[in-house]
């Protein structure tokens, strides 16, 4: 009996090992699957850097935000490590955008709850705009503030600044002061490059999610930021001629779409026709310095169209010998001797010598005398009268 006893109890304990390897073998592989960046029990992975772009960063930078969330080894900037300001929501809410929440679910995130803009594409308010090819309605306090709330609330304004900003080149004197390529570098990880790209952009970004938008607000946030810290509001001016400006594009311009007409986001592009107009001017200049027209940027205040100046210098020639008087290009000297801007037909007004060849004149009621010279002027009969008047 002894003997039977004895020889029993190995066999009673190999289940009991056999149990004991399995659970070793079931802890191994719990620890082993645990995804990367995650901690036993918190069944939500951390957001780790990844092999491609996420977050609207996608191939096609087109594209607007999807709901992938943002990838915190980003750069050059970390979206995932910054909030929405504050004042930016502030500043929205003070020109009538809506505000919404970011929710994420997740009540310990830095960027639940935070405050942002609900989007609205400026150039789909035809109720506000003037022309058909309107980028968006006309600015109403014209400043550089407006332009900054108006970037930060309208996905299609703000690409299309981010474009525009990206592929300019400031000058002063010949030398480059300020390149949005260089300045700007993470444009085309998050932004269309050219204008073509602008609605598909703004349309993916109003048909997110709200987690999705949130981040595309940061984007949006970073152009505004960059037209509020480095330029100079020059204020209104009038009488300028572009040499770049930015419309919706013609053929968008001329019809309606038939199975999407009052959602459907109209394709920006450059403007073949140049215009004189009224603009806000924003420079970059520093202190002591006085920007020069090619270190300026504006937009039109009847569309919010970005823009340049053209730049072509108009020389004036003073009088030979310092005559009685000289008003300088592009004003001219009226029947009453007061320098003023326009021009006109009536031959009293002024005279005008083309490419400054013609011997001195005055004008005809007041004896002052007007000199003035375009550069590369080749008009003839068509600008300037046989009597020294100048057609409309």
């Known amino acids: 009996m002894s003997t039977s006893n004895t020889s029993s109890t190995p066999r009673r304990r190999w289940p009991i090992i056999a149990l004991v390897f399995v659970a070793i073998a079931a802890i191994v592989a719990t620890i082993w699957f645990v995804p990367k960046g995650a901690t036993n029990g918190d069944a939500t992975p951390q957001v780790t850097e990844t092999a491609g772009p996420t977050n609207g960063a996608t191939d096609n930078p087109n594209a607007g935000d999807s709901d992938t969330p943002p990838d915190p080894e980003d750069v050059p900037w970390q979206l995932a490590n910054w909030p929405y300001p504050g004042q930016y929501a502030d500043l929205a809410k003070k020109y009538d955008y809506g505000i919404q929440k970011n929710d994420n679910g997740t009540p310990d995130d830095k960027t639940d709850d935070i405050r942002f803009p609900i989007f609205v594409i400026g150039s789909l308010e035809t109720d506000k705009t003037i022309w058909p090819d309107s980028v968006r309605g006309p600015l109403t306090v014209k400043t550089l503030e407006e332009l900054v709330a108006r970037t930060l609330a309208e996905p299609d304004f703000c690409a299309m600044n981010a474009v525009e900003l990206y592929n300019v080149e400031l000058t002063?004197?010949?030398?480059?002061?300020?390149?949005?390529?260089?300045?700007?570098?993470?444009?085309?990880?998050?932004?269309?490059?050219?204008?073509?790209?602008?609605?598909?952009?703004?349309?993916?970004?109003?048909?997110?999610?709200?987690?999705?938008?949130?981040?595309?607000?940061?984007?949006?946030?970073?152009?505004?930021?960059?037209?509020?810290?480095?330029?100079?509001?020059?204020?209104?001016?009038?009488?300028?001629?572009?040499?770049?400006?930015?419309?919706?594009?013609?053929?968008?311009?001329?019809?309606?779409?038939?199975?999407?007409?009052?959602?459907?986001?109209?394709?920006?592009?450059?403007?073949?026709?140049?215009?004189?107009?009224?603009?806000?001017?924003?420079?970059?200049?520093?202190?002591?310095?006085?920007?020069?027209?090619?270190?300026?940027?504006?937009?039109?205040?009847?569309?919010?169209?970005?823009?340049?100046?053209?730049?072509?210098?108009?020389?004036?020639?003073?009088?030979?010998?310092?005559?009685?008087?000289?008003?300088?290009?592009?004003?001219?000297?009226?029947?009453?001797?007061?320098?003023?801007?326009?021009?006109?037909?009536?031959?009293?007004?002024?005279?005008?010598?083309?490419?400054?060849?013609?011997?001195?004149?005055?004008?005809?009621?007041?004896?002052?005398?007007?000199?003035?010279?375009?550069?590369?002027?080749?008009?003839?009969?068509?600008?300037?009268?046989?009597?020294?008047?100048?057609?409309?």
């Open 172 to 392: 002063s004197g010949g030398t480059v002061v300020w390149s949005g390529k260089d300045e700007m570098s993470w444009v085309p990880k998050w932004f269309p490059v050219t204008e073509a790209g602008i609605n598909e952009w703004a349309a993916q970004a109003m048909g997110s999610s709200p987690k999705a938008q949130y981040v595309t607000a940061q984007k949006c946030a970073l152009v505004a930021a960059t037209i509020e810290q480095v330029f100079v509001d020059k204020g209104v001016m009038g009488n300028i001629t572009t040499r770049l400006n930015i419309h919706i594009k013609e053929t968008d311009a001329k019809q309606v779409d038939p199975a999407n007409p009052f959602g459907h986001v109209r394709e920006f592009e450059q403007n073949p026709i140049q215009y004189t107009g009224e603009f806000l001017v924003l420079a970059y200049e520093l202190k002591g310095q006085v920007a020069a027209c090619e270190a300026q940027v504006m937009w039109n205040i009847g569309d919010g169209r970005f823009a340049l100046p053209d730049c072509t210098p108009k020389v004036t020639t003073p009088p030979p010998g310092g005559g009685s008087s000289w008003c300088p290009y592009p004003k001219v000297v009226n029947s009453i001797g007061e320098c003023v801007t326009g021009k006109s037909s009536d031959a009293s007004d002024y005279v005008y010598i083309p490419g400054g060849t013609a011997a001195p004149q005055t004008s005809v009621d007041n004896g002052v005398t007007v000199y003035t010279t375009e550069e590369d002027d080749d008009t003839t009969d068509e600008t300037a009268g046989g009597d020294g008047s100048v057609s409309d």
